[in-house]
């Protein structure tokens, strides 16, 4: 018994010499000096003595042990309070040149470029030395990053004029500056920036960007040559439609920001960049429509963005754990698609996208619940098709939550709720079962857990396979087995199924897991566990928000809206913004879009605008035809004053 408590006391304390600050390479290397390895303090009280050879000795391999020797294990209760006092010591940041501008000499411009870049180890920065042909020949570098660049674009369009053209000076440019006439005549690249501090020199070039600099002035051009090989335009992966656009974002920033403007051809659509990760520098775009997106939503989310502090930025997926309000919830509060068409839909209602670079997702805020269960292909299809796949969609969502639960609460405490004859049927299955219900249907879900996964990390080609037969042959042999009754199988696959209809990937995370928490509750409470389970989703979902919007918005708070949130109206009916966004303007189309429908002119009138193409040609038929009846009317009165002349004469 005395060494069972020894060895759990040994189990629960920490050799705090291995894990104690002192013990670091770091350290020891600062506290020595020279090949001898000793201090400063060591030679100082060394100085004054005769030397020993003996006791020198001694005296060193003593300093050499005095890091390595052990203390005495501490409890470990004990210990993190000790590492819980300790700083936070941060090193290996970049080399900063502050705002220095650049050096007239390329000598001193070169020194600072092999500091910063680590030249000439760093392999991949390319500094090309030429001679410009000026009126008085000058050294020039040119500096840029290989693999981030498009060489035919450096050797074309800046080293060949530079090497070749320089020589050939106009009469016009006598009195223009070098580096003036260089950036005029000598450089045809389509975005050319001067730049006169190293700092702004050495962004250019981390962007895919060349730089020039020429002796004895001063300053440099970075030159557009952003080249690196991307991933063309392709179909969306997670969110396929039939009908709708093919497209889905890319990795590359610019691409994907022009896939949103070509959609969204006007003006008054801003893109704001904003640069994040104090290592990555990413670039991340705030996308937002002037005059319509709230003021107060945009400040808010550029207030996030410019608030972070962080090393690494690598994808937009930690962008939104980062922005997203306390994580009070399952649910996402964020929507992330790769779609453009459904991100200019959100703008164009008054929400704010967000892009990074490098990630082929956007983010858009804030974000109804109701959004997640809505698909870009329902707008493209006529309102009963549309409504009748979003009522499939909200009954799968049911399902794939509360199904086992039922089941289990049916089965252990609610028998009586089914008919006789399937309750019978049921307990005549589960003979030969020798789990109870609740061991019963978690091992059938953490299988339909572990096929999920594995049919997505596995090769592609067999995935789906993979998926399939495994489901197969695993429910076959457990039913045959006598593990599982073959109703259970019937279950289970059923909320898979339904789990799979949920369009959004977030949010199919959240059912898998609240799946569970249904189940434990089914499993402790019955009917009563699955009830109480429903209020407290319920109730988390009212009181989580998105950026200070609630999440049920629009029905709880209830705010009028489109008939666009569990059942779609027709397209001609989608008039109003939503109102939760409080947008500059709330009207997205008039109430009479469709002014060649007698039936809406005739339900809901509305006077024409002036200057419209429409409207003048409405107002000219109306005239047309107030001239045929008057016509018709005249030729009446004609064709009775005739008769009446004829009665007179």
């Known amino acids: 018994m005395l060494d069972f408590r020894r060895w759990v006391k040994r189990l629960f304390t920490v050799d705090d010499s291995i894990l104690d600050a002192t013990f670091s390479l770091g350290e020891r290397e600062n506290g020595m000096k020279g090949p001898g390895g000793g201090s400063e303090g060591d030679e100082k009280k060394s100085a004054g003595k005769p030397d020993k050879p003996n006791e020198a000795r001694d005296d060193d391999r003593d300093d050499e042990q005095k890091p390595l020797s052990l203390q005495k294990p501490i409890p470990l209760s004990e210990w993190a309070k000790k590492e819980g006092k300790r700083e936070v010591v941060r090193g290996g940041s970049e080399p900063d040149a502050g705002d220095d501008p650049i050096p007239v000499s390329l000598d001193s411009l070169e020194d600072m470029l092999n500091k910063t870049f680590t030249l000439p180890q760093n392999k991949d920065i390319i500094v090309r030395h030429l001679t410009i042909g000026l009126p008085e020949p000058r050294r020039a570098l040119l500096v840029f990053v290989d693999g981030m660049v498009d060489k035919v674009v450096i050797n074309n369009f800046i080293l060949e004029p530079l090497m070749l053209l320089a020589s050939v000076r106009p009469d016009t440019d006598s009195g223009t500056k070098d580096m003036e006439r260089v950036l005029r005549t000598l450089v045809p690249g389509n975005q050319v920036e001067r730049v006169s501090k190293f700092r702004n020199a050495v962004k250019q070039l981390l962007m895919g960007n060349s730089v020039l600099f020429i002796e004895g002035l001063g300053e440099g051009l970075a030159v557009e040559t952003k080249g690196w090989d991307t991933r063309s335009v392709s179909d969306p992966k997670s969110e396929q439609v039939i009908r709708g656009p093919h497209e889905a974002f890319t990795e590359n920033f610019r691409t994907n920001t022009g896939l949103i403007r070509a959609r969204l051809r006007s003006s008054r659509l801003v893109t704001e960049i904003i640069q994040v990760g104090q290592t990555t520098k990413n670039d991340v775009a705030v996308m937002y429509l002037k005059g319509v997106a709230n003021p107060k939503l945009v400040e808010e989310v550029k207030r996030r963005v410019n608030g972070l502090s962080l090393d690494a930025l690598i994808d937009s997926g930690l962008l939104e754990q980062y922005l997203e309000d306390p994580p009070t919830t399952l649910f996402p509060k964020i929507l992330s698609t790769e779609r453009p068409d459904r991100v200019v839909a959100f703008l164009v209602e008054g929400h704010v996208a967000l892009l990074v670079s490098g990630s082929p997702y956007a983010l858009v805020v804030p974000l109804s619940f109701w959004s997640l269960l809505h698909t870009p292909e329902d707008a493209y299809l006529r309102w ?13 969502l049911l399902i794939a939550v509360l199904l086992p639960g039922l089941y289990i609460g049916v089965v252990n405490y609610h028998p009586e709720m089914i008919p006789t004859d399937l309750m019978m049927a049921i307990a005549a299955s589960r003979e030969t079962v020798p789990f109870p219900v609740i061991g019963e249907v978690l091992l059938m ?14 090769p592609s080609v067999i995935g789906p396979t993979i998926g399939i037969v495994g489901a197969l042959i695993l429910g076959q042999a457990a039913v045959q087995a006598g593990i599982i009754s073959p109703l259970l199988v019937i279950v289970v696959a059923v909320t898979a199924l339904a789990s799979f209809t949920t369009p959004n990937y977030n949010l199919s995370f959240a059912v898998r897991v609240m799946r569970f928490f249904f189940i434990a509750l089914a499993a402790a409470f019955g009917f009563y566990g699955v009830t109480l389970g429903l209020a407290a989703v319920l109730g988390n979902l009212v009181s989580a928000k998105s950026f200070g919007v609630p999440l049920m918005s629009p029905v709880a708070p209830h705010r009028h809206s489109n008939p666009d949130i569990v059942l779609r109206g027709q397209a001609y009916e989608q008039e109003l913004r939503p109102e939760y966004l409080r947008t500059g303007d709330s009207r997205m189309q008039e109430p009479i879009n469709r002014r060649w429908d007698a039936w809406s002119q005739a339900i809901r009138p509305q006077p024409a605008k002036e200057g419209s193409r429409v409207d003048d040609t409405g107002a000219n038929r109306r ?22 002349g004829g009665k007179d004469s």
């Open 384 to 396: 009963p098709f549309g409504s009748f796949i979003r009522v499939i969609r909200f009954v799968s």
């Open 445 to 458: 879900e953490l299988a339909i857990e572990l096929i999920r996964e594995a049919g997505i990390r596995i």
């Open 623 to 644: 005239k047309d035809d107030s001239g045929a009846r008057g016509q018709g009317q005249d030729r009446g009165n004609g064709e009775s004053g005739g008769e009446g």
